[in-house]
């Protein structure tokens, strides 16, 4: 991949031409969450639904996860922690990344087939502009260190990484090793809320919080490291 994500403002600009299919489906979808199954968007009742699936606990949540990135009705962080007090800090973080993992490559092979105008009805305008700045700098190196950042959403850096050249097996790395810190640490904090540790609690959030303001500040020298 190289220094620049879209060849040229023209490519972009022609890219408007074609149809927004899977932004008609997405909002369908949303709308339809929101009106008849707003309790997908409340991680307690998450966790006690998938609970009740027994032995099938894992795959439910695998299955939860995945669709996380899909429909982003709640933080896939949120869903980690709930996956740490499910089955434990490693178990958890292991369920947590395969589903993400899962729902990225979804949401990037959608972008491909579908293009850029469906992508720019599902992301905001901000987050298209920061996502173009940053790739165009910096390529790879850029995009992991937006996967480090757990405020650039799942689905909308998938969806835009769809439209470039990168390839689905590249992405799976960047999504593995970009969100697994941030993910272990929501599972961490969610095993020792289940403890009721919540100094450790307290603690876990407060290195998240610290870690990601870090790589926000530095992201470019970040990159250019690790590229």
Do not use: H, K
């Amino acid at each position: 991949m190289t220094g620049r994500l879209f060849d040229s403002p023209a490519a972009r600009n022609a890219a408007l031409l074609r149809v927004g299919v899977v932004a008609v489906a997405a909002a369908v979808l949303a709308v339809a969450v929101a009106a008849f199954a707003p309790r997908l968007a409340d991680p307690a009742w998450i966790r006690s639904a998938v609970e009740s699936t027994g032995p099938f606990a894992p795959l439910a949540f695998v299955g939860v996860q995945t669709l996380q990135v899909i429909l982003a009705p709640i933080p896939g962080q949120a869903l980690a922690a709930v996956g740490g007090y499910l089955f434990g800090t490693v178990a958890g973080t292991a369920y947590s990344m395969v589903g993400v993992v899962a729902g990225s490559a979804i949401v990037f092979l959608l972008a491909r087939r579908f293009g850029r105008p469906a992508v720019e009805r599902l992301v905001a305008d901000d987050a298209l502009a920061r996502f173009d700045g940053v790739a165009d700098r910096r390529g790879v190196a850029g995009l992991f260190v937006l996967f480090l950042l757990p405020v650039f959403p799942d689905d909308a850096l998938c969806a835009l990484a769809g439209l470039s050249p990168l390839r689905l097996r590249t992405l799976v790395v960047l999504v593995a090793v970009g969100r697994l810190p941030t993910f272990a640490l929501a599972a961490a904090a969610g095993r020792n809320a289940g403890a009721a540790n919540y100094e450790t609690v307290a603690l876990l959030v407060g290195v998240g919080v610290v870690a990601s303001a870090v790589v926000y500040r530095y992201r470019d020298e970040l990159a250019a490291r690790v590229g």
